[in-house]
């Protein structure tokens, strides 16, 4: 649809939408990041305030890494690098 002016508006029907940017893996693209347990800065940044895993499609990684990223981190918290659960602060 355009206006009087010959432009386009922007109505219901020509919205553009939100195009998300592909996420790539960091460790596919950064071959010397490792999942390691004893990292925990990095086990951290894939663990929620709440103390939930984040799902792959926040964080971008691929399936493998996704797997040893879940398996770190429930090293991790076994032997109490990192807590199951938030604390229960008021």
Do not use: W
Not at 80 to 85: G, H, M, R, S
């Amino acid at each position: 649809m355009t206006n009087e002016n010959g432009q386009f508006r922007r109505g219901p029907g020509n919205r553009r939408g939100f195009t998300p940017r592909p996420k790539i893996c960091q460790f596919c693209s950064d071959k010397e990041a490792k999942i390691n347990y004893k990292d925990v800065d990095l086990l951290r940044r894939y663990v929620m305030e709440d103390g939930k895993i984040r799902p792959r499609r926040q964080t971008g990684t691929c399936a493998k890494h996704q797997r040893e990223i879940a398996a770190a981190v429930k090293k991790a918290r076994f032997v109490a690098l990192l807590p199951f659960v938030a604390s229960m602060e008021d």
